[in-house]
T-cell receptor, first 115, second 112 residues
């Protein structure tokens, strides 16, 4: 049973336009969400995160929005650049009360930004 | 640069022949994780260590074992690889009470 779902396997956008990547989750215990970016032949790298006490977090061209009632988050990239072409993974973690925060990942969305 | 290193990057093993994958880190993080990622699937956590404390996921097959001899190194042992174990294996580290995990480049395992 997938607890983190990225329903779009791929997305193609034009350079300079907005890219919107979506993620849905089912586990109400998740309280921290992260986006990772992965280039071919490299490991995932952390991009941006958001705590459940917020509904928006912004870092340069990247903004993550969280809608807790809908159990939905999205990553906006504005403006999109060809170097943003990669697989984007959504990940979520519960606050287990311990010191190790386990991440549950979605399957990823392949973003292609066309020049 | 502080980093997570995985060796080898590509590993071919025969059906049933034990194989060991290696991960090392220069970040001095207490927590180390091993994930399995099959094609077009989400990375799946196999187990993790907090220092020497080993934590196995409930659905990780017994065929998979791990060792962490010191803070810097962690090994994934597959005792009798089956064809279904062919996958990318990702190692990651994190600080205690830190959500962000730092990943290595992965080892692509092929089972023939």
């Amino acid at each position: 049973d997938q607890q983190v779902k990225q329903n779009s396997p791929s997305l193609s956008v034009q350079e300079g336009r907005i890219s919107i990547l979506n993620c849905d989750y089912t586990n109400s215990m998740f309280d921290y969400f992260l986006w990772y970016k992965k280039y071919p032949a490299e490991g995932p790298t952390f991009l941006i995160s958001i705590s459940s006490i917020k509904d928006k977090n912004e870092d340069g061209r990247f903004t993550v929005f969280l809608n807790k009632s809908a159990k939905h988050l999205s990553l906006h990239i504005v403006p999109s650049q060809p170097g943003d072409s990669a697989v984007y993974f959504c990940a979520a973690s519960p606050n287990s009360g311990g010191s190790n925060y386990k991440l549950t990942f979605g399957k990823g969305t392949l973003l292609t930004v066309n020049p | 640069d502080a980093m997570v290193i995985q060796n080898p990057r590509y590993q071919v093993t025969q059906f049933g022949k034990p194989v060991t994958l290696s991960c090392s880190q220069t970040l001095n993080h207490n927590v180390m994780y091993w994930y399995q990622q099959k094609s077009s699937q989400a990375p799946k956590l196999l187990f993790h260590y907090y220092d020497k404390d080993f934590n196995n996921e409930a659905d990780t097959p017994d065929n998979f074992q791990s060792r962490r001899p010191n803070t810097s190194f962690c090994f994934l042992d597959i005792r009798s690889p089956g064809l279904g174990d062919a996958a990318m294996y990702l190692c990651a580290t994190s600080r205690p009470w830190g959500y962000e995990q730092y990943f290595g480049p992965g080892t692509r395992l092929t089972v023939t």
